[in-house]
Nanobody, 116 residues
């Protein structure tokens, strides 16, 4: 059974940091590309960061470049999202996604709230 379980969300003040984790099971993690998405209230889900399985290429949404870093530990079947210099507009539910070919799996999401 495929599972993606996010953790690490919470309430943080503007300028603060959080590290999200997504623990995977039930599939061969190392051969899947992994991504982080987010969805704010009333908005569509958007791609935040991607870790391609091809040569470990990473990419980021313009809104988070220079502040967020995606990484993965294949030995632990886990992908991370380090978020620094958080802003109120980063408030959203954050989801991880695994994809390979036509297959994709989603986690249940973790809430991140940036507020003073």
């Amino acid at each position: 059974q495929v599972q993606l379980v996010e953790s690490g969300g919470g309430l943080v003040q503007p300028g603060g940091s959080l590290r999200l984790s997504c623990a995977a099971s039930g599939f061969t993690f190392s051969i899947y590309a992994m991504s982080w998405y987010r969805q704010a209230p009333g908005k569509e889900r958007e791609l935040v960061a991607d870790f391609s399985n091809f040569r470990g290429v990473t990419s980021y949404a313009d809104a988070v470049k220079g502040r967020f870093t995606i990484s993965r530990d294949n030995a632990k079947n886990t992908v991370y999202l380090q978020m620094n210099s958080l802003k109120p507009e980063d408030t959203a539910v954050y989801y991880c996604k695994a994809r390979r070919g036509g297959a994709q799996y989603w986690g249940q999401g973790t809430q991140v709230t940036v507020s003073s």
